[in-house]
């Protein structure tokens, strides 16, 4: 085998020349493309990374702000029961003490309504005592009635103090009598002496019939009243029986 070496030289040459001509012109425009297109995938790839992570950032924070409103309604609904149990406590607390106050109130009623009813029984058998006492005083006879109750209703007058008993009548002026029935001549003379001889001093008489007094008589002065009758006896019996009864509640 024969080798030109002339001609291998020249299209070494040409070889040489082609390859910096592809070098020059062809593969560098080319690597650049490449390395430029290389840098906007990797400038891809970092934006895609970067929104990969924004997204899985935002996805952590949705999610951290779902278990936050998911703890936040938790406790919501805690504190409604808590508030709703609480305000059914207190409303049972309330009806159960209205309920108690209501009882004790009616209790409390019953008993004055049994008080009162006891009250006014033993009110009633006061009165019907002292009605029947009366009935049966009023049986006695008329002249009962006065004479013997004029040196009683006498001596009263004379115990007086002076300036009560110059309370009865001025002198001149009739003393004010109440009997229970007309004075006959001779118990009316025997009052004034006797009531003559109390006050110290001579009086007159105007006497008016008063049947409740039933025995008795009954002077009346300016700041002063005489009672020597059996309706004031009973009444003072009555009101003795009615505070007695009164105690013993």
Known sequence: ??????????????????????????????????????????????????????????????????????????????????EAQAGKDALLAAVRAEAAQLRADAAGEIERA????????ENDAVRLAVEIAGRLLDRLPPQARVAGFIDGTAGVLAALPPETRAGFAAPGEPLALAAPRALSAAEEAACVTAFGAALGRPVTLQVREDPALIAGLELTGSHAVVRNHLRHDLDDIRETLLEHAIERR
């Not at 409103?69 to 029961?81: I, M, P, Y």
């Not at 049994?114 to 029984?121: M, P, V």
Request: net charge positive; aromatic share 4%.
């Open 1 to 82: 085998m024969h080798i030109d070496w002339s001609t291998l030289a020249l299209q070494t040459v040409n070889a040489l020349v082609l390859v910096w001509l592809l070098a020059r012109f062809l593969f560098r425009p080319v690597a650049e493309i490449v390395a430029a297109r290389q840098k906007a995938a990797q400038a891809l790839l970092a934006d895609a990374q970067a929104c990969r992570s924004a997204a899985q950032a935002e996805q952590q924070a949705a999610s951290a702000q779902a278990a936050k409103l998911a703890a936040s309604r938790e406790a919501v609904l805690e504190a409604a029961q808590a």
């Open 114 to 121: 049994r008080a009162a009813q006891a009250r006014a029984i």
